[in-house]
């Protein structure tokens, strides 16, 4: 078992930043990769970014390159991501996940094993 516990969330103004992280406790060392996902108030769930644990590649959605930068601190087992540029539609309740397999794209949600329960961010304009 995998305990992910999010923290970092909050209220920020359009054009500035924040910085989520995941601390992931248990049996951590089989990780795959970890990644962050969101889902904002009647919109399903959605990608954000994701990097594997061993080598750190890492991949983006789209709607957030250049702006969002994932990282790993394998030491502390922490997942972090750096949001920068935020903007109303970013707006969402972040998820950490972990994935103890490895998994083809890092994308879809049903490719990861461990959620944690959140953090809101909210972007004002």
């Known amino acids: 078992q995998v305990q992910l516990v999010e923290s970092g969330g909050g209220l920020v103004q359009a054009g500035g930043s924040l910085r989520l992280s995941c601390a992931a406790s248990g049996r951590t060392s089989s990780t795959y990769a970890m990644g962050w996902f969101r889902q904002a108030p009647g919109k399903e769930r959605e990608f954000v970014a994701a990097?594997?644990?061993?080598?750190?590649?890492?991949r983006y959605a789209d709607s957030v390159k250049g702006r969002f930068t994932i990282s790993r601190d394998n030491a502390k087992n922490t997942v972090l991501l750096q949001m920068n540029s935020l903007q109303p539609e970013d707006t969402a309740v972040y998820y950490c996940?972990?994935?103890?397999?490895?998994?083809?794209?890092?994308?879809?949600?049903?490719?990861?094993?461990?959620w944690g329960q959140g953090t809101q961010v909210t972007v004002s304009s």
């Open positions: 996940a972990d994935a103890v397999n490895a998994i083809p794209t890092m994308k879809e949600g049903f490719e990861y094993d461990y």
């Open positions: 990097i594997t644990w061993s080598s750190g590649f890492s």
